[in-house]
Nanobody, 120 residues
Framework: QVQLVESGGGLVQTGGSLRLSCAAS????????MGWYRQAPGKQRELVAT???????NYADSVKGRFTISRDNDKKMVYLQMNSAKPEDTTVYYC??????????????WGQGTQVTVSS
């Protein structure tokens, strides 16, 4: 019904920048909150940043001042601009969206994840 596909992950040097993108598709009537999460091996998934339909943002303390989340409602996309990357940012990043579908109502959808590696 709903698919989220991340792109833009890869290798970046410490202090560099990377831009993650997530495209939502499927039987979507509207999208409420969207966000980015990350999960290191053996750890729980943690919030990185979220953005509401109206543009209200929320960031984890560890990324404040370095990462910026944004969205394009017409394109059904959410982005994460990662600046001043640190080795500690290395992990898998997941896209998330609260979606109102045409047929099943409100659901929470997750992408498959994209690997970000910051070299020291």
């Amino acid at each position: 019904q709903v698919q989220l596909v991340e792109s833009g992950g890869g290798l970046v040097q410490t202090g560099g920048s990377l831009r993650l993108s997530c495209a939502a598709s499927g039987s979507i009537f509207s999208i409420n909150d969207m966000g980015w999460y990350r999960q290191a091996p053996g750890k729980q998934r943690e919030l990185v940043a979220t953005i509401s339909r109206g543009g209200r943002t929320n960031y984890a303390d560890s990324v404040k001042g370095r990462f910026t989340i944004s969205r394009d409602n017409d394109k059904k996309m959410v982005y994460l601009q990662m600046n001043s990357a640190k080795p500690e940012d290395t992990t898998v990043y997941y896209c998330n969206a609260e979606v109102i579908t045409y047929n099943t109502g409100r659901i929470t959808s997750w992408g498959q994840g994209t690997q970000v590696t910051v070299s020291s």
